[in-house]
C-alpha cells in the first residue's frame, strides 16, 4: 500500500474537538472557531459575528457553518448577507463541518469554516 502525505496548502486542518473547544494546527481555541486559507484560527462569536464571515469573500467560495452538536438552520438573513457576497454556504453539524472542511482543504479547495462548539 502507498500512503501519501496530505497537503493543506496556506490553510490549516481542524486537528480536534472537543466539548467546548476546537484545536488547529496545535492551538486550542475555546468556543466557537472560525478558519480560512492564510489567516490564523480565531474565536468565532457565532451568528451575530457576521464581520469575519463576510470578510472571505475573496478568499473563499464555500464557507462551512457548523451548528454544534447537531444540525440547526441558520438565520435567514446570515445566509442572504453570505449568499449576496458571493459566498456559497454549507450548514451541517460541527464535526462534519470539521470533516468536510479538513478534506476540501487538502484537495486545495477554497473553502473556510465557522463552527459552533460541541456541548
Known amino acids: 500500500m502507498r500512503l ?3 497537503r ?3 490553510g490549516m486542518p481542524v ?3 472537543g466539548p467546548g473547544f476546537f484545536r488547529v494546527g496545535g492551538k486550542v481555541v475555546t468556543g466557537g472557531l472560525i478558519v ?5 484560527p480565531a474565536v468565532w462569536g457565532g451568528y451575530d459575528d457576521r464581520a ?3 470578510d472571505m469573500a475573496t478568499e473563499v ?3 462551512f457553518i457548523g451548528t454544534g452538536a447537531e444540525i440547526a438552520h441558520i438565520p435567514a438573513d446570515l445566509r442572504a448577507a453570505l449568499e449576496a457576497a458571493g459566498i ?5 453539524a460541527s464535526p462534519a463541518a470539521c470533516r468536510t ?3 476540501l482543504l487538502s484537495e486545495g479547495r477554497r473553502v473556510g469554516l465557522a463552527v459552533r462548539p460541541v456541548a
Open 52 to 54: 469575519p464571515l463576510l
Open 36 to 40: 480560512a486559507p492564510g489567516r490564523d
Open 88 to 92: 456559497g454556504v454549507e450548514v451541517m
Open 4 to 6: 501519501n502525505e496530505v
Open 101 to 103: 472542511y479538513n478534506v
Open 61 to 63: 467560495d464555500v464557507l
Open 8 to 10: 493543506f496548502g496556506d
Open 15 to 17: 486537528d480536534g474537538y
